[in-house]
């Protein structure tokens, strides 16, 4: 089956840094990829949708400034958080989809901002 | 816009019996709907989805899940739980006419008793 991976899984950075997570997609190219945060024992929240090679279309509320987004290519899109504070400290999930249903899971990205 | 309602936030069952898990939505058009479930810190692994055709659909791991239009929903059933079954479970509708965008319900704690 489709294969997403993220890296890192976990990361723990001092508040005021910036932080990259990558979301591939190992064996289908991804046309679009989607950004979602799920706060402790909440649901999914979408962030943003991105096509490869165009700006990312980001969700009310959603700070782009903040979440940097880059689909550069149909296997990889990246989620930079810049000048992260404590409250941005989350669980991020990215998805995958070739441009049909169903989108494909990584397994996460867990951040702790001290 | 769509909508997911998930009305149980937690379910114990005991190993052995049967779950059911309810999940109703509102969307203006036919809609695509899924199950997710999330391990503890994990990703989202996909069950089972609905685009048309038969309402009842079977998925992996013994699960299946019935599509009601007249009641806009789409519960999710197995007829026999095991302990690794505990998680939590998503479900999502999908709105083609808006970049396949998922919309997710609150989830529902699964709990299961030996």
């Known amino acids: 089956g489709a294969v997403v991976s993220q890296h890192p899984s976990w990361v723990i950075c001092k508040s005021g840094t910036s932080v990259k997570i990558e979301c591939r997609s190992l064996?289908?190219?991804?046309?679009?990829m989607f950004w979602y945060r799920q706060f402790p024992k909440q649901s999914l929240m979408l962030m943003a949708t991105?096509?490869?090679?165009?700006?990312?279309?980001?969700e009310q509320g959603v700070e782009k400034d903040k979440f940097l987004i880059n689909h550069a290519s149909l296997t990889l899109s990246t989620l930079t958080v810049t000048s992260a504070h404590p409250e941005d400290s989350s669980f991020y999930i990215c998805s995958a989809s070739d441009g049909d249903q169903p989108q494909h899971f990584g397994d996460g990205t867990r951040l702790s901002i001290l | 816009a769509q909508s997911v309602t998930q009305p149980d936030i937690h379910i114990t069952v005991s190993e052995g019996a049967s779950l059911e898990l309810r999940c109703n939505y509102s969307y203006g058009a036919t809609p695509y709907l899924f199950w997710y479930v999330q391990s503890p810190g994990q990703g989202l692994q996909l069950l089972l989805k609905?685009?048309?055709?038969?309402?009842l659909v079977q998925g992996i791991k013994g699960f299946e899940a019935e599509f009601k239009r007249s009641q806009s929903s789409f519960n999710l059933r197995k007829p026999s739980v095991h302990w690794s079954d505990a998680a939590e479970y998503f479900c999502?509708?999908?709105?083609?006419?808006?970049?396949?965008?998922?919309?997710f319900g609150g989830g529902t704690r699964v709990l299961v008793k030996p």
């Open positions: 999502a509708v999908g709105a083609p006419a808006a970049g396949n965008k998922l919309t």
């Open positions: 991105s096509n490869e090679g165009s700006k990312a279309t980001y």
């Open positions: 609905y685009f048309s055709g038969d309402t």
């Open positions: 064996d289908f190219q991804a046309t679009t």
